[in-house]
């Protein structure tokens, strides 16, 4: 019956809306379908007119009604005189009649609540609507003649809405587009949509809506154009090109067809061999198979290639670049061989040593970016000159040339047991020294050995016919003479005699074994001499000078023997074959002529050294995989950016470096080896390995026989042996311009206006500036905002004639477009200071720009938008000022101003600031023994480039490097004296000198570093050239000078450490990399040096700051682990211990709670939690050495394994979806002691140690360890407690248990505690002594409360009489029982955050009336202090009503603490914000802070208390000298402030003042341990001062007592001594509080004893 009576309603309200026609109004009709389906009004609608046509008599109306809208309705319907609505609410009750007649189109939209109708109800609908008989008679003036619905909307499965037509209607078309069909199409149109049209459309006739066109279909058309090569001219592909270039698209073929482009992607011809290439056309390119199948024949392009070697036999071609996936680049472990070029001559003797070791010192992987790693470095191969100039090649350790290279190049060492390790020459095939285990041994000759003796025998010695008998004793030897099993003598030849008789034995190779020579060695040195030969001759000496020997080619070495060498001459004219000593040379290759033998090194001077310019080529081999698309790129910049020449040390320049080659694969993993720039192949390396460039042009000129004559070959030959080559045809110039436009491919489309604009102004402006102009063509645009490239052909060009045609361009352009002017001047730096102040100015600008100074400014460096911050100052004329010019600021930089254009400014060079001179002096601070005209030296030095100088020293030299002073001391004894060494020409860069000169004697004596010194004396030495910082040593009564304090740190780590102090979020990602690179290229030298691990902690701690406000990415955490991993090595370890041992020594071992660290070791892990709490929320993994990080998400529970060695589980976690961070330390041993909160030392870390942080509520957390030395016992679960020991930091073993220990395995479970002081402190102090106050004092108020309560309810009659004692006594029970609830509610709290399952709607609860009942009991305080104020001063003016207080005092102390804890909840609850993190059930503070919203008032209360708490002591000290006499004991007027101070105290709650100090230095365990004595036993005040102690009180309850034991009322027969209660009424009688006046009406009454 509801749909019936609706649709009369309906026809009803036509009268309703012509009414409103004239109004302007549409208005909605579903308040009355919602009343008639019982549903609640949506509110209200506008109301808008829908007018058909402006001059016609049809008008549509539309009407959406609303119930709430009734009365509106009724305010307009009473207004208009054609309809009114009565009293009762019928709609209509009267309609007069008009005088013009209107055919009006009434449009209704009905809203009907999906969930208020049944499936069938709009069939329902339709069935009554066509039931209907029309016309349907209104009145006699208004006929319904006919209904139509159009349009049925409802919600799809979805949620979303469908609007579906009914029979006969139909959709638009654009509506079918903008909403989208929901249903099939009709041969029409559609006939449902997928939403309402905003513009208040519906379905319409189909009658009336023209068919929908047809949808446009877009076919590609591969065309194959095959075309003879005989037949097209050289340049016919380029004027095919530009042919379809100049097409303009879409071109009509007919009604039907339209091309609306055409794309030439590929172009075949034969190469130079005949055989078919295929190019593809730009921004095409081939597949990766078809690379890989056919071959490639160009260059690579970032995706694939763009030639093949054929035509594809599947029809392939070409492909749109954007399209083809990226081949997948094959796995190459590329080595890069790198030569190094080093002149001889700014080498030291030792250089290629200290290379090695350089090298050797090397950390790998060694990093070069996140794509490229360097895996290992071996050197194979030095090449050096000797002393005749020629080159020869060693090489290194496990390393060998091969027997082939021996033999060709001729061996310059010893032979080893496989093949030499030296030879003369480098190999021209580029040959190196090769791994020994991959080189066969070489097969030795057989060679016959002479050797030379020389026997020297002293003429005096020998008689006249000793040689004679020398030579029969020879004689009569019998050769072969058998040395022993591998060498034989086969025979002597005497040659020469001399006093020295010179022996050469000549031994077959083949006859002696590898340790001949040295058997050989040893028996001459067995000899015993003199050896007496006969009576007349004695050998007295042998020397064993030179042994000769054949090398693996066969050719003959000579090598002398120890402290024997060859003379220059013979080292220049044989040929050094071993290396060179400091004298000369000690083998040569082959035997003097002259019969020359090796001579003693001390008779041979030494050869002078040649200059040499030594290249060294060294070969990098990466993997292809592991390196970026612009990883050579990087390489190049990288080698660009090096600053030449680099000094490795101050022998050893490398004065340049050069990239020349680049071998990389192609698509079909073949190698093709690029040259860099400036550099070539030699012609028979491109002839044997084939050009991967095509670079010749080959034509072919089909001429006619018939119309050549018998001699045009011979013409046509001499015509080009006449031509001049080079000969320029013409040149090329391709150029570009940027426009300040998104860019659009559209615009690449000739008949775009803004491509045929751009072209005109080319055209136009080449023609007017370029007089030779060949042609002038638009190449393209492409992105960039938009870039513009074009070429310009001519016969020559000059400079000015380029630069007028680019300025003619831009200003045309100008005048329609924003244009980009690139400024042809660069932007200006003048180097700073490491540090120092640096202003960039952009421009200028030219003046046909046209600026106003409007624009808006933009700096970037290397491409990246510098942000400003503190350290970076935009100024509104454009200039950048960088405060403080750091590393992180090196790079190129770039200035971007824009109004209408863009004026673009770029650095040409690459912005770094200068070395910082570092003027070092020796000595610091020196004693020196007084002694007249005795000289001290003072020496200074600088870093290269800077010069210094010794500011007022008479003859001091100036200069660069190091100058020394010799300061002579004129008298004794004489005070101190300073020497200040300075830059030249700058005071701002200096080093002081101090000395001291006493007299007398002294004990410890070191004239070069400390000078002199007795026991206890302490002097300053200088650090190392490349540190900064000094050293104190201390004189020891041995007599010598020991460093006890060492503040040396290296140069570059001081530069990070002062940095570090400002990061901000620009600099911190680059400062963080650097950090990283510093630490692990100086991790020895960092690991060996406390002050260096100091100095790294500290910029830790300073990283930590700073990233509170800004969030750590995974790349900058990947480079603080690093950093870390190199401080907790194990080398680390020594440096660890003298650093805490240091920081034990300075404090004391009592336990404190300091929450500061204020050791290095605490520092560290305290910064590393810091940081780790700002890292972002995205999940990773971080590897290191030492250090694992894992970063993920849970949402109840959590359980993970760390590198096999921890486990962590969280069991339950409060649900909600949160983050958690792990660190696994391996080694943080090295660093934390094993002290615990004992301060034992006999403690050893036995397992890894943890980091988590996690971002949510954990409230219990379970860890298992691996023990790493199982012979260890009494295993304990520790966390580390920063506020052990004044900060030092311990091993604290509170609220973390032992839960198993079996099989080498430790399973710890940590909770937390509460305690009382937690209400007014942002954090929880870690003290047991806390909650033992807090629960016993909560539990002694309880039942003081209680007790307090009791004894109110059996008084109360007795002391309601006083107005003054009844409001008291009110705020008296008011107090007691809101303290009481709150204190439950504590309890309740406690319980519920300690429990094992967390229940946070309960804990929420609590919150909220421990918030609550604790505000009430402070603002009754305010009740209570405000009437004592009342009734002491009268500030009100009058006395008020008993009621009026009362009314007073309960909104004061219920309604305010209500509206506070009501909109505190509604303000944080929605963030989950309302209570804390940590499990603990109070409001909370690190979030939202809404522990303010009860510190706020608390403290403010306290303090209006306090205040009136002093007024009220002022007015009874001025009363007292009105007091009688005979009060003799109250005339202390200290008494009565104490007495007055202890009645009040209690009631005022002052004692919660001590919240202020637990706010501002809430680790401070004094104060917590006040506050939660005196609040948590406020109850018990209560009950004593406000209760007990009162008169009134005491009274009526002895009076009580005293009726119970008498049963009578009467007062008159006194009391009992014996009486318990008896006491109360007579102690201190008379002087019971402060009573000025026993007039009730007075204004003086007394507040606690009323």
């Known amino acids: 019956m509801a749909l019936p009576k609706a649709m009369r309603f309906v026809i009803v309200l036509l009268a309703i809306i012509y009414s409103l026609e004239h109004q302007g109004y549409r208005t909605s009709l579903n308040v009355f379908i919602q009343k008639l389906m019982g549903t609640k009004a949506s509110g209200s609608h506008a109301i808008e007119k829908r007018v058909a046509s402006l001059d016609s008599s049809e008008y549509v109306f539309q009407a959406v009604l609303n119930l709430s809208d009734l009365e509106h309705l009724r305010a307009i319907l009473s207004s208009n005189t054609f309809i009114t609505l009565d009293e009762s609410n019928a709609l209509v009750t009267n309609i007069k009649a008009t005088t013009e007649l209107l055919d009006a189109d009434l449009v209704l939209e009905l809203h009907i609540p999906v969930s208020s109708i049944s499936s069938n109800g709009i069939d329902v609908f339709r069935e009554t609507l066509r039931r209907f008989s029309f016309p349907y008679i209104v009145n006699q003036t208004l006929n319904v003649t006919g209904v139509n619905m159009t349009t049925v909307c409802y919600p799809n499965s979805t949620g979303a809405l469908q609007c579906q037509c009914e029979d006969q209607f139909v959709w638009s078309c654009d509506q079918c587009k903008t909403y989208g069909v929901c249903g099939n199409l009709t041969t029409h149109t559609c006939g449902c949509i997928n939403g309402l049209p905003s513009d208040g459309g519906l379905c319409e ?449 490398v004065t340049g470096v050069n990239m020349t080659t680049v071998c990389y694969p192609n698509s079909t993993g073949a190698l093709q080896c690029q040259c860099e720039d400036q550099f070539v192949w030699s012609c028979d390396q491109c002839k044997n390995y084939g050009v991967c460039v095509d670079a010749d042009l080959v034509l072919e000129l089909h001429i006619p026989v018939s119309s050549i004559s018998s001699n045009g070959i011979d013409v046509f030959r001499e015509t080009l042996r006449r031509f001049s080559f080079p000969y320029i045809v013409n040149q090329t110039l391709n150029l570009s311009f940027a426009m300040n436009l998104d860019y659009k491919p559209a615009y690449n489309n000739l008949s775009n206006p803004v491509y045929q604009d751009v072209n005109a102004a080319i055209q136009k402006q080449s023609k007017m500036h370029i007089p030779t102009l060949k042609s002038a063509r638009l190449t393209r645009f492409r992105s960039g905002s938009t870039v513009v490239d074009y070429s310009i052909t001519a016969t020559a060009f000059e400079e000015s004639q380029i630069e007028a045609l680019k300025l003619g361009i831009f200003k045309k352009l100008a005048e329609s477009y924003r244009m980009i002017f690139d400024s042809p001047t660069s932007i200006t730096f003048a180097p700073p200071f490491w540090g120092s102040r640096v202003i960039l100015n952009c421009g200028p600008i030219p003046t046909y720009l046209n600026f106003n100074g409007s624009w808006t400014a933009e700096w970037r460096r290397d491409g990246e938008l510098i942000l400003e911050d503190s350290l970076h100052i935009f100024a509104k004329n454009g200039t950048l000022t960088v405060k403080q010019f750091y590393l992180t600021d090196n790079g190129s930089y770039e200035c971007r101003l824009t109004e209408r254009h863009l004026f673009r400014q770029k650095s040409d060079t690459f912005f770094s600031y200068k070395d910082t001179p570092l003027v070092r002096v020796s000595p610091v601070k020196q004693r020196v023994k007084c002694e007249v005209g005795k000289r001290v030296s003072l020496t200074c030095s600088v870093n290269s480039p800077y010069e210094v100088e010794f500011k007022d020293v008479d003859g001091s030299d100036k200069g660069g490097g190091e100058i020394t002073h010799m300061h002579e001391i004129e008298k004794c004894p004489t005070s101190m004296e300073k020497f200040t060494c300075q830059l030249v020409n700058s005071s701002e860069f200096k080093n002081e000198i101090r000395l001291e000169f006493p007299t007398g004697a002294f004990i410890c004596v070191d004239e070069s570093e400390f000078g002199v010194g007795n026991p206890g004396d302490r002097a300053e030495g200088a650090c190392d050239s490349t540190e900064v910082g000094k050293r104190i040593a201390e004189c020891h009564g041995n007599g010598t000078w020991k460093v006890v304090e060492e503040q040396c740190i290296l140069k570059e780590i001081q530069e990070l450490l002062d940095q570090s102090a400002s990061l901000t979020n620009n600099s911190l990602a680059a400062f963080l990399k650097q950090l990283r690179n510093v630490t692990l290229r100086f991790k020895e030298k960092v690991v060996e040096s406390s002050p260096n691990i100091n100095a790294i902690v500290k910029i830790f701690n300073n990283v930590a700051t700073s990233s509170l406000n800004i969030l750590i990415t995974e790349t900058e955490m990947k480079d603080i682990l690093f950093t870390a991993d190199v401080l907790t090595a194990d080398e680390s370890r020594q440096q ?168 080498n395995t430790v399973t710890c479970t940590c909770n937390h505690l509460t305690s009382f002081s937690i209400l007014m402190s942002p954090s929880v102090p870690d003290f047991p002594l806390l909650d033992y106050i807090t629960y016993i004092g909560v539990g002694i108020s309880m039942a003081s409360l209680v007790i307090c309560l009791i004894i109110e309810a059996v008084i109360w009659r007795k002391i309601r009489k006083s107005t003054t004692s009844y409001l008291r006594h009110v705020s008296i029970v008011n107090i007691a029982l809101s303290l009481l609830i709150a204190n439950i509610w504590f309890i309740i709290a406690a319980a519920i955050s300690d429990a094992e399952v967390k229940n946070q709607p309960a804990c929420t609860a609590a919150t909220f009336f421990i918030h609550f009942f604790y505000l009430a009991l402070f603002f009754w305080m305010l009740a209570s202090a405000l009437l004592l104020l009342y009734r002491t001063v009268s500030v009100f003016g009058g006395d008020l009503s008993k009621r009026s207080l009362l009314a007073i005092g309960f909104c004061l102390g219920y309604g305010a603490p209500l509206i506070i804890a009501i909109i505190t909840i509604a303000v944080t609850a929605p963030a989950n914000t309302y209570i804390r993190e940590t499990g603990v059930c109070w409001l909370n503070w690190n979030q939202s802070m809404a522990l303010l919203a009860f510190v706020i008032p608390a403290l403010i209360i306290v303090v209006i208390n306090l205040g009136i708490l002093f007024l009220v002591l002022y007015k009874m000290l001025r009363r007292r000298a009105v007091v009688d006499a005979a009060q003799a004991a109250e005339r202390n007027a200290l008494v009565v402030i104490a007495r007055t101070l202890a009645f009040l105290t209690p009631f005022f709650g002052l004692t919660w003042g001590l919240g202020v100090g637990t706010m501002t230095d809430p680790h401070n365990i004094g104060i917590h341990v006040a506050f939660a004595f005196f609040n948590s036993l406020q109850g018990f005040f209560i009950l004593l001062f406000g209760t007990l102690l009162d008169k009134k009180v005491r009274t009526e309850i002895a009076l009580m007592s005293q009726t119970s034991r008498s049963g009578t009322r009467s007062t008159s027969g006194g009391t009992s001594s014996s009486n318990g209660l008896g006491i109360f009424r007579n102690w201190r009688r008379g002087r019971d509080g402060y009573n000025v006046s026993s007039n009730e009406s007075g204004a003086s009454h007394s507040f606690i004893n009323t």
Not at 224 to 244: A, K, M, Q, W, Y
Not at 305 to 310: K, M, P
Not at 1259 to 1270: E, G, R, V
Request: aromatic share 8%.
């Open 1136 to 1303: 660890w211990d003298f650093l805490n041992t240091k920081s034990t020594v300075k404090s004391s071992v009592a336990k404190r709670n300091v929450r500061k660290a204020n050791t290095a070791s605490s520092l560290f892990l305290q910064s590393l939690e810091t940081i780790t709490s700002n890292i972002n929320s995205n999940s990773f993994d971080i590897v290191t050495p030492s250090i694992l990080l894992n970063k993920t998400t849970f949402t109840d529970n959590f359980s993970g394994d760390f590198n096999s060695s921890v486990e962590i589980d969280i069991p339950e976690a409060n649900g909600g979806n949160k983050s958690i961070t792990v660190i696994t330390f391996s080694s943080m041993d090295n660093v934390l002691p094993a002290r615990d909160e004992v301060n034992s030392t006999l403690n050893v870390i036995n397992g890894k140690v943890v980091l988590v942080q996690s971002v949510g509520t954990v409230n219990n957390i379970s860890f298992a360890f691996d023990i790493i030395n199982n012979t260890l016992g009494n295993p304990q679960c520790v966390f580390w407690n920063f506020s052990l020991f004044d900060g030092l930091g311990g091993w604290d073993d509170e609220g973390c248990n032992l839960t198993f220990n079996v099989n």
């Open 205 to 653: 006739p189909i009658t009336s809506i023209p068919p929908c066109p047809l949808p446009y279909v877009d076919a590609d058309l591969v065309l194959e154009l095959h075309i003879p090569v005989s037949s097209i001219s050289s340049n016919g592909i380029d004027v095919f090109r530009e042919t379809l270039r100049r097409f303009s698209f879409p071109y009509i073929v007919n009604q039907t067809l339209n091309v609306t482009g055409v794309n030439m992607t590929t172009v075949c011809y034969p190469n130079s061999t005949g055989a078919l290439q295929c190019q593809c056309e730009d921004q095409f390119v081939w597949s990766c198979d078809q690379c890989k199948t056919y071959g490639v024949c160009g260059n690579l392009t970032t995706h694939t290639c763009g030639c093949i070697n054929g035509l594809p036999s599947d029809g392939g071609l070409c492909e749109p670049i954007t399209s083809i996936p990226p081949c997948p680049l094959p796995y190459v472990d590329a080595d890069l061989v790198l030569e190094l070029h080093i002149p001889v001559s700014s080498i030291s003797s030792n250089g290629i040593d200290v290379f090695r070791e350089t090298l050797r010192r090397f950390s790998f992987p060694y990093i070069v970016n996140q794509t490229l790693n360097v895996t290992g470095v071996n050197m194979t191969t030095v090449c050096y000159p000797n002393s005749t100039g020629a080159l020869q090649c060693q090489c290194e350790d496990q390393f060998v040339w091969s027997c082939d290279q021996c033999k060709t190049y001729g061996v310059c060492g010893n032979l080893t047991t496989h093949t030499c390790g030296c030879i003369n020459g480098l190999p021209s095939d580029g040959g190196l020294c090769e791994p020994i285990t991959s080189i066969p041994p070489c097969p030795l000759p057989y060679v016959d050995a002479d050797l030379v003796l020389e026997l020297h025998i002293p003429v005096s010695s020998i008689s006249s016919n000793g040689f004679d008998v020398f030579r029969e004793t020879l004689r009569r030897f019998s050769f072969p003479y058998i040395v022993n099993q591998t060498l034989n003598v086969t025979g002597v030849n005497m040659t020469t005699v001399d006093a020295d008789l010179v022996l050469e034995l000549h031994i077959p190779v083949s006859s002696i074994s590898s340790n001949g020579i040295d058997v050989f060695r040893e028996t001459l040195r067995r000899f015993s001499f003199p050896y007496i030969v006969n009576q007349t001759l004695n050998v007295t000496g042998v020397n064993m000078t030179t042994v000769c020997y054949p090398n693996s080619t066969g050719a003959l070495q000579c090598q002398c023997e120890d402290q024997f060498v060859w003379s220059c001459d013979q080292c220049k004219n044989y040929g050094v074959c071993g290396n060179l000593t400091t004298h000369t040379c000690g083998c040569i290759n082959g035997l003097p002529s002259d019969g020359g033998l090796c001579e003693p090194i001390t008779s041979i001077p030494p050869c002078p050294l040649p200059y040499v310019d030594a290249d060294l080529v060294l070969e990098l081999h990466i993997p292809v995989s592991s390196i970026s698309l612009n990883g050579i790129d990087v390489f190049r910049e990288t080698l660009r950016r090096f600053s030449f020449p680099y000094i490795v040390n101050q022998t050893l320049n």
